[in-house]
């Protein structure tokens, strides 16, 4: 694989579906890196001495995505070697 079939990138997706860890890891396994990196949110059964019994995530989709974006270029812009990015955030 030469340099430009490898080229950095960024998956941002924001979706009602159901995320899939598996997809995301294969989006940004690069020959070029040593290991992926992964952070997956969870939720609390409780919050301020009440049970959480239902979530609602809501987005300004456009907004989202530009704010991601920022995200990223400050990620490369600390860490240059940071190969493929990708962010997904469930809403609903």
């Known amino acids: ?10 998956f941002i997706k924001l979706k ?3 995320l899939s860890v598996d997809e995301v890891s ?7 890196c040593g ?7 969870t939720t609390r ?3 301020e001495g009440k049970k959480v019994i ?9 907004m989202a995505e530009t704010e991601i974006k920022k995200i990223c270029r ?6 240059p070697s ?3 990015i990708a962010v997904h955030h469930r809403l609903g």
């Open 1 to 10: 694989m030469d340099d430009s079939e490898d080229v950095p990138k960024d």
């Open 16 to 18: 009602s579906e159901k």
């Open 26 to 32: 294969e989006l940004v396994i690069s020959p070029y």
């Open 35 to 41: 290991a992926v990196s992964l952070f997956i949110g």
């Open 45 to 47: 059964n409780n919050f």
């Open 54 to 62: 239902h979530l609602e995530y809501e987005a300004y989709t456009s």
């Open 74 to 79: 400050d990620v490369r812009q600390k860490w």
């Open 82 to 84: 940071v190969q493929h």
